[in-house]
């Protein structure tokens, strides 16, 4: 991180950039180009299933925050 943008930046961001690693252009090449994209691009499909299956349906959104009220309306008369 350039001297300037530590003007405007807190510490625990300017900790953080100077804690990680920039990968080299050769790095990034070999990451998206080379064998190791497919690797890459799986983990990532598989994050983001992880995170979608862990996501309530709208029904089931819907169905929690009615019961809630409903619920509350219960408790409070």
């Given at each position: 991180m350039t001297q300037f943008w530590r003007l405007f930046t807190s510490a625990y961001v300017q900790d953080f950039v100077?804690?990680?690693?920039?990968?080299?252009?050769?790095?990034?090449?070999?990451?998206?180009?080379?064998?190791?994209?497919d690797d890459v691009l799986k983990s990532y499909k598989d994050e983001i299933a992880n995170v979608i299956e862990q996501m309530p349906t709208f029904k089931q959104f819907?169905?929690?925050?009615?019961?809630?009220?409903i619920d509350q309306l219960?408790?409070?008369k």
């Open positions: 100077d804690s990680v690693s920039i990968p080299t252009s050769d790095e990034l090449v070999e990451m998206f180009i080379g064998n190791g994209f819907y169905d929690g925050v009615k019961q809630s009220t219960e408790k409070n």
